[in-house]
């Protein structure tokens, strides 16, 4: 810790572990806080101070340069994570993920095609039947207070001939 005109300021984790007086203008500080050592180590061990650096320096806006140190920092905790392949195996993972919910997507899609002919061969074959007049049977009649069988056509089954066909039989 440094102390400045009765005020203590806690040195970052890039200054603690390099053991120099972390500056108001230490570039590092808002990347590694002090309490998360880990993630300078990785990062160090990685790329080095020097290297982090420079690409700060190239970089001239600050959300660029915090889009780097995020990648930074992933790609260095994903080394520490899998020595192998470090953040190649996350990506072939996530990769992998990607494409499973993309067949699960398609999928979807060819089920809703299938219900939506299933649905649209339902309405034209109802169109179909309603309209053309095999089938009418009115709801109520015109005349209130009447009870008449007028109007209700049944022009593939005739219940008054089949009935009185079998009585004179």
Known sequence: MTVKSGKSRVA????KYQ?????????????FPAD??????????LFGVRNIMKILEQL????????????IIFESDMREKFPI??????????RQQLQLAL?????VYTQLDIYRQQNLALISSSE??????MFMVPFFSSTEGESSTEGIT????????????????
Do not use: W
Request: one cysteine or more; proline letters at 4%.
């Open 60 to 71: 001239e806006d600050e959300d660029q340069k915090a889009d780097a140190m995020k990648s």
């Open 19 to 31: 053991r120099r007086k972390c500056t108001p203008q230490c570039v590092l500080a808002s990347y």
């Open 12 to 15: 970052c984790a890039a200054c």
């Open 85 to 94: 392949y470090g953040c190649v195996e996350c990506i072939s993972y996530l």
């Open 103 to 107: 067949q699960e997507l398609q999928y």
């Open 154 to 169: 049944y022009p593939d089954f005739d219940m008054s001939n089949e009935l009185s066909s079998q009585l004179s039989a």
């Open 128 to 133: 179909n039947s309603v309209g053309n007049g």
């Open 36 to 45: 998360q050592p880990k993630k300078f180590q990785n990062a160090h061990r």
